[in-house]
């Protein structure tokens, strides 16, 4: 699976949008990019993935790059229950790839 | 139901002890991890188990060991562990093979002292 860089920590107001980007430009034409958080204390959760198209749920957007080497988390309203460890995360569509890395993270704070 | 639970939430023991921790789903998943978090850190992967038979072992020492009884239910005992064995342990599951989510537990915290 590709590699990942991500920064180290941003901050991000109340309210406003957090976007956290996140560069692979290694990544490979059968690679996914997933996002998951963890909040203190607690285990991971999945937030989003997308391979090329931009990717919108209930709790995030995902923008992906056209050339796919970066992509953008989009956390639209940032709430305070936002602030947590943001990981990007590659992985490759390959029949039973149950593989999952992560990387270092980037830590969000929001802040009122 | 979307929820892995995990016991116990923490374990203190020293290291000629024997404890198992204990993870267990009911969403049906096939796939289950456990998952090897230092402080400040991601977490690492340690095992998967895929249909009840283990697929990964990322070269874990035969402190831990494994065991996966039916598909909703995920053990790891462990025997003879060091200090630096202390963490947090993360279980998870997900549907199947493949880039299926994974749902994760809260953790065990383990201290061995």
């Known amino acids: 699976d590709a590699k990942t860089t991500q920064p180290t920590s941003m901050d991000c107001a109340e309210g406003r949008a957090a976007n956290l980007p996140c560069n692979h430009s290694?990544?490979?034409?059968?690679?996914?990019v997933y996002w998951y958080r963890q909040i203190h204390s607690q285990g991971p959760q999945y937030i989003i993935h997308?391979?090329?198209n931009n990717e919108t749920n209930e709790m995030a957007s995902l923008i992906i790059t056209e050339d796919r080497k970066s992509s953008t988390l989009i956390l639209p309203h940032a709430t305070l229950r936002d602030t947590a460890v943001y990981y990007c995360?590659?992985?490759?569509?390959?029949?039973?790839?149950?593989?999952?890395?992560f990387g270092a993270g980037t830590r969000l704070t929001v802040k009122p | 139901d979307t929820e892995v639970t995990q016991t116990p939430k923490h374990l203190v023991m020293g290291m000629t002890n024997k404890k198992s921790l204990k993870c267990e789903q009911h969403?049906?998943?096939?796939?289950m991890y456990w998952y090897k978090q230092k402080a400040k850190k991601p977490p690492e992967l340690m095992f998967v188990?895929?249909?009840?038979?283990?697929?990964i072992n990322e070269s874990v020492p035969s402190r831990f060991s494994p065991e996966c009884p039916n598909s909703s239910l995920l053990n790891l005992h462990l025997h003879a562990l060091q200090p630096e064995d202390s963490a947090l342990y993360l279980c998870?599951?997900?549907?199947?093979?493949?880039?299926?989510?994974?749902?994760f537990g809260p953790g065990t915290r383990l201290t061995v002292t």
């Open positions: 290694t990544i490979s034409g059968n690679e996914y």
């Open positions: 969403m049906g998943h096939r796939a």
């Open positions: 997308g391979l090329k």
């Open positions: 998870a599951s997900s549907q199947g093979v493949g880039l299926y989510e994974q749902y």
């Open positions: 995360i590659v992985r490759a569509d390959l029949y039973n790839n149950n593989d999952m890395r």
């Open positions: 188990y895929s249909y009840e038979k283990l697929s």
